[in-house]
């Protein structure tokens, strides 16, 4: 498998991050999922297996090993740091704010691991006065113009298939390829990202 000996370690949530860490697992990267000690919101969403686990978790988590921590604690930072030491790749779908805290903005990874590569998604990109804000699929949709050409004058409609947070991963994903084709020449990562306002301009265009 062309990731064979790539490690991920997914902080992802929902569908942008962790669908992106489940194609790089599809191409042969150890994807470690992180979740809460209860497991994260998305895990129970439309719940279909008998420990409760939906259909949208088991889809975007195949191919995953998943490990459970308080990443604020001490303890939870403990491994996370002998984590971080062995990973190649960190994919999170989280505001920079809360990437700070838990030492996962790319300044701090960089810091100690120069060679590590940082994968993430936002709603509205990392820069700008609207790149703190969270956003979903829908606001894509509508920002971009989408739910105003698929609806009529007087009813805009939004596509029910999540193509924006769906290709947002694609996008990040192929980043992500490129980052470790150039660390196989540099020896150095760096910072991919994506966002949801992004994806959805270039497919409307």
């Known amino acids: 498998m062309p990731l064979s000996g790539i490690r991920v370690l997914d902080f992802g949530r929902y569908i942008a991050g962790p669908y992106c860490a489940a194609l790089l697992g599809d191409y042969g990267a150890d994807v470690i999922r992180i979740e809460?000690?209860?497991?994260?919101?998305?895990?129970?969403?439309?719940?279909?297996?008998?420990?409760?686990?939906?259909?949208?978790?088991?889809?975007?988590?195949?191919?995953?090993?998943?490990?459970t921590l308080k990443p604020n604690s001490d303890a939870g930072r403990e491994i996370i740091g002998r984590l971080l030491a062995r990973a190649d790749v960190v994919?999170?779908?989280?505001?920079?704010?809360?990437?700070?805290?838990?030492?996962?903005?790319?300044?701090?990874?960089?810091?100690?691991?120069?060679?590590?590569?940082l994968a993430t998604a936002s709603s509205f990109g990392s820069t700008g006065p609207m790149s703190q804000q969270v956003g979903f699929d829908a606001v894509g949709?509508?920002?971009?113009?989408?739910?105003?050409?698929?609806?009529?004058?007087?009813?805009?409609?939004?596509?029910?298939?999540?193509?924006?947070?769906?290709?947002?991963?694609?996008?990040?994903?192929?980043?992500?390829?490129a980052a470790l084709r150039e660390r196989d020449r540099s020896g150095k990562g760096q910072h991919v990202t994506s966002s949801l306002l992004g994806t959805a301009l270039a497919y409307t265009n």
């Open 36 to 67: 809460s000690p209860d497991g994260n919101d998305d895990r129970y969403n439309v719940p279909i297996a008998e420990d409760g686990s939906g259909g949208m978790y088991m889809q975007m988590n195949r191919n995953k090993r998943c490990l």
């Open 91 to 117: 994919v999170a779908n989280m505001p920079d704010d809360v990437l700070a805290k838990m030492g996962l903005d790319y300044p701090s990874l960089s810091a100690a691991h120069p060679n590590i590569i």
């Open 141 to 177: 949709q509508a920002m971009s113009g989408a739910t105003y050409i698929s609806g009529s004058e007087d009813r805009p409609a939004r596509a029910q298939v999540n193509y924006v947070d769906f290709g947002t991963a694609l996008h990040l994903a192929f980043g992500v390829m």
